[in-house]
T-cell receptor, first 114, second 109 residues
Framework: AQTIHQWPVAEIKAVGSPLSLGCTIKGKSSPNLYWYWQATGGTLQQLFY??????VESVVQLNLSASRPKDDQFILSTEKLLLSHSGFYLC?????????????FGEGSKLTVL | GQQVQQSPASLVLQEGENAELQCNFSTSLNSMQWFYQRPGGSLVSLFYNPSGTKHSGRLTSTTVIKERRSSLHISSSQTTDSGTYLC???????????FGGGTRLTVRP
């Protein structure tokens, strides 16, 4: 069975500090990977997606970057956090291809920027 | 304007009542998906529904692409159905989803 693990579960960070959120998928080869973000009380937005290792497509610019260093790992990061980065971050995978297909989500990471 | 509009924004039911959640979209799409958002924030996929009608237990999803609408019907609601329901439009080009603002459902015992 496939599993998806996100870390950390929650972070409290200062404005201007760096951030790294991670996501690992086990039991699935060559998945599509996705990052989504939801501000408190806001609408969920897709940030990035990756169809293959080393390739990441940006969907919404939020002064964040994403990387896929390994087939089963997706990293979201920034060198300088903004207050507006606060919110809930979700990683997801699907079975691959050029379309999204059915998505499977991690438990999410809650980020508070002070 | 918003590409995906969900209605109602919130809905309160008595247990046993049926619910009809609507999603209207203003652009062409490849598919429509429905999700349940848990109180902790994570999402569960309910339907991946390019067009037509799909059933899963007490849930039914119907998407009519020509009319640019999709609906989620919940029959015989239960208190455990409470939560937020999201629809998302998958665009024709690329693996991108645009989400609606959600319907917050409360089912009272």
């Amino acid at each position: 069975a496939q599993t998806i693990h996100q870390w950390p579960v929650a972070e409290i960070k200062a404005v201007g500090s760096p951030l790294s959120l991670g996501c690992t998928i086990k039991g699935k080869s060559s998945p599509n990977l996705y990052w989504y973000w939801q501000a408190t009380g806001g609408t969920l937005q897709q940030l990035f997606y990756s169809i293959t290792v080393g390739q990441v497509e940006s969907v919404v610019q939020l002064n964040l970057s994403a990387s896929r260093p390994k087939d089963d790992q997706f990293i979201l990061s920034t060198e300088k956090l903004l207050l507006s980065h606060s919110g809930f971050y979700l990683c997801a995978w699907s079975s691959g291809g050029t379309n999204t297909g059915q998505l499977y989500f991690g438990e999410g990471s809650k980020l508070t920027v002070l | 304007g918003q590409q995906v509009q969900q209605s109602p924004a919130s809905l309160v039911l008595q247990e046993g009542e049926n619910a009809e959640l609507q999603c209207n979209f203003s652009t062409s799409l490849n598919s429509m998906q429905w999700f349940y958002q848990r109180p902790g924030g994570s999402l569960v996929s309910l339907f991946y529904n390019p067009s037509g009608t799909k059933h899963s237990g007490r849930l039914t999803s119907t998407t009519v692409i020509k009319e640019r609408r999709s609906s989620l019907h919940i029959s015989s609601s239960q208190t455990t159905d409470s939560g937020t329901y999201l629809c998302a439009l998958e665009h024709n080009a690329g693996a991108k989803l645009t989400f609606g603002g959600g319907t917050r459902l409360t089912v009272r015992p």
